[in-house]
């Protein structure tokens, strides 16, 4: 089994509209989305939820009135303000760091788990899909993609799927290091703007370290010229293969208003075309 990591180091760069135009083209695959702070790919799939699963991230600390003796000694050591002088827990300021469990001479509080997010399991037209979403402010997206991948994982196991395309997250942080480990390659989207050619510099430096393959797609390429030939020079002189330079098109808009990917939209169009040749070079590198 295969696994390709679509990331970027911004956000903006087309990662999630080139990650559906590659769902349309691959075949025998699961798709995953990781972007669990703010998925969207979901909105274009259109997928018919087969398993819904609770995400529990940090705990939370819940107090039992009878056993409690009000020596305020949780109160006088949690350190984010989560307990107020009533001895009342605010669920929303609790980090679920336990202090207050700890000090507690009488065990009148307990570590609960908090339900912080969900994976989903579905189906779509482009075939089985995994997708987790982390309620708002809420933390530990990183263990939260990682059981994104291990679902996405099993299920291409089950449906003898040789293939996984994960939509990942933008940046350098947690979720996006959970999004690389172990996979076959990392395609890096980016765009010719000063904050995107530093970006992919950032991230590069990340799927490096863990040892994934990187290769480079640099979308809207025609917008900036000179960027787009730094980016090549770049690439070229850290031997990184380029595998696609696709064109700005507001039909990519266009189609996703429509519900569709470019490909579906408009097959016949020059990024459609370029799309296609950037998947059989990707094809090459894994084979």
């Known amino acids: 089994m295969k696994q390709i990591t679509v990331i970027?180091?911004?956000?903006?760069?087309?990662?999630?509209?080139?990650?559906?135009?590659?769902?349309t083209i691959i075949r025998n695959k699961v798709i995953a989305d990781c972007d669990v702070d703010a998925p969207d790919l979901h909105l274009l799939l259109n997928p018919k939820i087969k398993k819904t699963m609770v995400f529990h991230g940090l705990k939370l600390a819940e107090r039992?009135?009878?056993k409690c003796i009000r020596c305020?000694?949780?109160y006088e050591n949690c350190r984010f303000d989560a307990i107020n002088d009533e001895l009342d827990i605010d669920e929303d300021k609790c980090e679920g760091c336990g202090v207050c469990s700890y000090v507690c001479p009488v065990d009148a509080i307990s570590m609960v788990?908090?339900?912080?997010g969900f994976i989903y399991t579905s189906e779509t037209r482009f075939g089985p899909f995994v997708y987790g979403i982390l309620k708002t402010a809420e933390e530990a997206s990183g263990k939260l993609v990682s059981m994104v991948r291990e679902s996405a994982i099993t299920l291409a196991r089950d449906k003898n799927m040789d293939m996984i395309i994960i939509d990942g997250p933008p940046g350098t942080g947690c979720p996006v290091?959970?999004?690389l480990s172990g996979v076959d390659i990392a395609l890096i989207v980016t765009e010719p703007t000063k904050s995107g050619i530093h970006d992919m510099e950032r991230?590069?430096?990340v799927v490096e370290h863990f040892g994934v393959k990187p290769l480079v797609c640099i979308n809207k390429y025609d917008l900036n010229i000179e960027n787009s030939l730094k980016i090549e020079e770049f690439c070229k002189r850290n031997r990184i293969e380029v595998v696609g330079k696709i064109p700005f098109d507001e039909r990519f808009t266009t189609a996703l208003i429509n519900g569709k990917s470019i490909v579906e939209y408009d097959a016949e169009c020059e990024a459609t075309r370029k799309i296609f040749d950037m998947w059989s070079r990707i094809k090459g590198r894994l084979e």
């Open 8 to 23: 970027s180091g911004k956000g903006g760069t087309g990662k999630t509209s080139l990650t559906a135009a590659l769902s």
């Open 64 to 66: 039992d009135v009878e």
């Open 72 to 74: 305020m000694k949780c």
């Open 113 to 116: 788990d908090r339900d912080t």
């Open 177 to 179: 290091i959970a999004s």
């Open 203 to 205: 991230v590069l430096k």
